[in-house]
């Protein structure tokens, strides 16, 4: 009887406890799902109309292949998602859809190298609308496997190329549990470890092995030089145990941001930049040069992401009206307003807000010089690389705090403009570059590539800013003229306002 009873005690407690860690799961789990935006209803596309199957897009004017020129009255057919033919005169046989191009100009579809989908799928329908047929998602899931599939499949959405989630070197308990459920860093104490989860990357079918900065050197050449191995390209951060000096002759094959380099050269700098800022900036002046030479020389590729550098500050500093500057009611409500996990984009809420120094004068003067130097460092480098001629494909790190999916990449081909890029370069560094880092057939109004284009009323050689005047975009294959991409515009904003839990109205115009 005695025995019966402990036993009944040892069954109810052990319940309780499963119970319990059950229903703390599903709360941590909620709360994950929110903060990734997958609490956000889901647009239901099949109420798009897109026409697919041959189409003919008469007397337009065409970028170049390499985007120094729009060539004139060209008509351009496509069929079965591939460019077949590109010429003035051009036979069109009654079973193509005719689209006429008179006064257009004919560009291939755009590409961010650098975003994070997160888990918010209405995303892919903003590149769409935005004129972006292929994306680069910097955290990848399995989640984001399965949507390039999809995508392969003929879902509407961009293309997209997956790197894995972050893969470093720290230690402990706590990194290893958000490893394993939230999307955060991967981390590897052994090499033997980390050459394993090289190959099970591959055997996955991610794209690129992501590098974190905080790696250490012995783990960083194991994986690099595994990642050789497997022909898998190892991207992303800059290890700081590795260096500049070090970076050139790694392996590593991309910078995921210009701020690798200059984050280096403020370790490198030995006074406190906030203390001395022109002093800092004269040294990068001095190092600029030799550096992107070098990163020239061993074929480092770099993705831009200036445009969220230069929103950093006003987040910091002035974040009611950044917010209301940019395109606030696209973007996922739950990205927006975080959980009790993740900070959101709001005012108090904002993780680029530093409120800890808010009260004291003192810290906010030191806080706007080091980043008033941060973007003048970013300029400079940026500079260094255009001059130098080293690859730059543009990328705008969507989704981090205050850079919204789509509308973005424009505005990171206007921070590139500023920094002195031609708008030749800068279409070549949203186009072919990409593409060819990708290993894609796209990126080029050539005969057997892919058919991702985007039509627009104005000219982006006159002036980059014009390619936000997206008349027409053709996503492998599917054509969606500007009444489609309004309605789907319309149709995030709608899914988007019935998910909201916090008014966003006083940031919209
Ligand atoms: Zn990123």
Redesign the pocket.
């Known amino acids: 009887m005695r025995r019966k009873t402990i036993k009944k005690w040892v069954l109810g407690i052990t319940l309780t406890v499963i119970t319990g860690s059950i229903v703390s799961c599903l709360g941590v789990k909620s709360q994950i799902n929110q903060h990734l935006g997958k609490k956000t209803e889901l647009v239901n596309t099949s109420n798009f109309k897109t026409s697919s199957g041959s189409i003919a897009i008469k007397n337009i004017s065409a970028l170049s292949s390499d985007c120094s020129q729009m060539l004139d009255s060209l008509t351009v057919l496509i069929k079965d998602g591939k460019i077949i033919n590109v010429a003035k005169q051009v036979d069109i046989t009654s079973d193509y859809t005719i689209v006429d191009g008179t006064g257009k100009y004919l560009i291939p579809g755009l590409i961010d190298t ?1 975003v ?1 989908l997160k888990n918010s799928k209405n995303d892919l329908l903003l590149y769409v609308a935005n004129g972006i047929t292929y994306v680069g998602e ?2 990848g899931s399995k989640r984001h496997l399965q949507w390039r599939e999809e995508a392969k499949s003929g879902s509407l959405s961009p293309r997209i190329y997956v790197a894995t989630r972050k893969v470093g070197s720290q230690k402990g308990i706590i990194r290893k549990i958000k490893g394993a459920f939230f999307d955060q860093p991967l981390n590897y104490t052994k090499t033997k470890k980390a050459r394993k989860a090289v190959q099970k990357f591959k055997e996955q079918g991610f794209d690129a092995i992501k590098l974190n900065g905080t790696l250490n050197k012995e783990i960083y050449e194991a994986i690099t030089n595994e990642a050789k191995k497997h022909n898998v390209p190892a991207i992303g951060h800059l290890s700081f145990s590795v260096g500049l000096d070090g970076l050139y002759s790694s392996g590593q094959s991309q910078l ?1 941001h210009i701020e690798e380099i200059t984050k280096n050269t403020m370790e490198d700098y030995t006074g406190i930049v906030y203390n001395t800022p022109n002093e800092y900036l004269d040294y990068l002046n001095q190092k600029s040069d030799s550096i992107a030479i070098k990163l020239k020389e061993s074929n480092i590729i770099v993705a831009s992401t200036i445009s969220v550098i230069e929103s950093v500050p006003k987040q910091n500093f002035d974040i009611e009206n950044f917010l209301e500057s940019i395109e606030l009611e696209y973007e996922n409500p739950g990205l927006i307003e975080g959980s009790k996990l993740a900070k959101g984009w709001l005012p108090g809420n904002n993780s680029y807000e530093n409120m800890e120094i808010k009260n004291n004068p003192e810290l906010v003067r030191k806080s706007k010089i080091f980043w008033e130097t941060y973007v003048k460092a970013y300029y400079i480098m940026t500079k260094a690389l255009i001059r130098n001629g080293v690859t730059i494909t543009v990328g705008t ?1 969507a989704n ?1 705090t205050g850079v919204i999916p789509g509308f973005s990449l424009h505005d990171e081909l206007e921070s590139l403009s500023k920094c002195g890029m031609s708008n030749s370069k800068i279409l070549h560094a949203a186009t072919i570059a990409p593409a060819q880092w990708m290993q894609s057939e796209t990126g080029k109004i050539k005969i057997g590539y892919d058919a991702d284009l985007v039509i627009l009323e104005k000219n982006p050689l006159i002036d980059i800013k014009n390619s936000r005047t997206i008349n027409t975009v053709i996503v492998n294959g599917k054509l969606l003229n500007r009444k489609e991409l309004d309605s789907i515009l319309q149709s995030v904003k709608e899914a988007n306002n019935r998910s909201r839990k916090i008014s966003i109205d006083k940031f919209i115009n």
């Open positions: 650098h994070h910097m955290t995921s790190d981090v």
